[in-house]
């Protein structure tokens, strides 16, 4: 059974960074779908922010993040990352990562069969 588990979400101010991890078990990286990165703030809907394809060499980001966050993964600790800079407060939401029936990234939630439970980030001075 595949399972995600996140972590390193938190309070940040305007304009900092933080590094969100998804730890993968059950299955090495290579042989999982493409992971995703997604956040879903209240009262709104679930968002992709980023993905990644199962052989590492295809990223996908949406407009809003382009530029400011980064995604990777270290295939020795079988763990996603999601490096987030210059963080806004209309950011905060809660981080989710998932894993994809496919090898392509993909930014819709539709096809994610895997989800984490989740990590809290907070943007705010």
């Known amino acids: 059974q595949l399972q995600l588990v996140e972590s390193g979400g938190g309070l940040v101010q305007p304009g900092g960074s933080l590094r969100l991890s998804c730890a993968v078990s059950?299955?090495?990286?290579?042989?999982?779908?493409?992971i995703g990165w997604f956040r879903q703030a209240p009262g709104k809907e679930r968002e992709g922010v980023s993905s990644i394809s199962t052989s590492g060499d295809f990223k996908l980001y949406a407009d809003s993040v382009q530029g400011r966050f980064i995604i990777s993964r270290d295939t020795a600790k079988n763990t996603v990352y999601l490096q987030m800079n210059s963080l806004k407060p209309e950011e905060t939401a809660v981080y989710y990562c998932?894993?994809?029936?496919?090898?392509?990234?993909?930014?819709?939630?539709?096809?994610?069969?895997?989800w984490g439970q989740g990590t809290q980030v907070t943007v705010s001075s």
């Open positions: 998932a894993a994809h029936a496919g090898s392509y990234p993909s930014l819709t939630a539709d096809g994610y069969r895997y």
């Open positions: 059950g299955f090495r990286l290579d042989y999982t779908g493409a």
